[in-house]
């Protein structure tokens, strides 16, 4: 089994590279997915979140109200830390977690967009990294996600750079292309990591023992 950490900017594509991996038989682990869980009610990081931030943060029901915890968060950057120091570990916990869950898989893909910002590389066997340049990214993110503008470029502000990504890449995907571009060479990343023996199936003229 081999484990891949796939990364990027906002709008980058890591989404669209995490379901050409899908469809080629590759499990996915969703960092997002995961802090979406851990706050659920009854997650382990809600009791954190309510000592930390206090009870208001809470709705009625006892559920989560994420625009209170992103008032309260994002408008101090000691808050920011805060919730950061509760999240990035459990996160991370439960993503080891869900990684070793499927021996059974070829290939796990760990999409999580601030892997080389959260140190969590040591997780993944080999760091993909989905690269398009900052104007692509916000254009995407706002005319195609129909994320705000404002809120797009103060998430970029607290990601890697683009180079600090990069550095981090033992394989870069260009998505800055047209579609088929990227699938191409999602293609060509499927079949290396064949041909090398960490995909799905087993190398080639390897010595039986
Ligand atoms: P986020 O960080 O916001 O979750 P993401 O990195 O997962 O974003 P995607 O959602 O995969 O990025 O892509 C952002 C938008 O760009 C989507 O609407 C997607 O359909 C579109 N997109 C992705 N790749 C391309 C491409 N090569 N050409 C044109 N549009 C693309």
């Known amino acids: 089994m081999a484990r891949i950490g796939l990364t990027g900017g906002i709008g980058s594509g890591k989404t669209t590279v995490a379901a050409l991996l899908a469809d080629r038989g590759a499990v996915i682990v969703d960092a ?14 809600l009791g954190e979140l ?21 008032r309260m968060a994002f408008g101090d ?15 991370r916990a439960e993503a080891a977690r869900r990684l070793a869950e499927r021996p059974d898989a070829a290939l796990v893909v760990y999409d999580m967009p601030l892997l080389v910002e959260t140190g969590q590389r040591d997780l993944v066997d080999l760091v993909v990294v989905v690269d398009v340049p900052e104007d692509v990214q916000v254009d995407r993110a706002v005319r195609l996600r129909g994320l705000d503008a404002a809120d797009v470029s103060r998430r970029m502000a607290v990601q890697a750079t683009r180079e600090e990504r990069l550095a981090a890449a033992d394989v870069v995907i260009d998505n800055a292309g047209d579609p088929a571009d990227t699938v191409r060479q999602v293609d060509e990343l499927w079949q290396e990591l064949v041909v090398y023996g960490l995909g799905p199936s087993d190398p080639p003229n390897t010595v039986p023992g």
Do not use: K, W, Y
């Open 77 to 91: 950057p000691r808050a920011t830390e805060r919730l950061n120091e509760i999240m990035h570990p459990l996160i």
């Open 50 to 70: 309510v000592t930390e931030f206090g009870p208001r943060i809470l709705q009625a029901d006892g559920s989560l109200s994420r625009g209170e915890l992103a």
């Open 32 to 45: 997002d997915q995961i802090a979406r869980d851990l706050v659920e009610p009854g997650g382990t990081a």
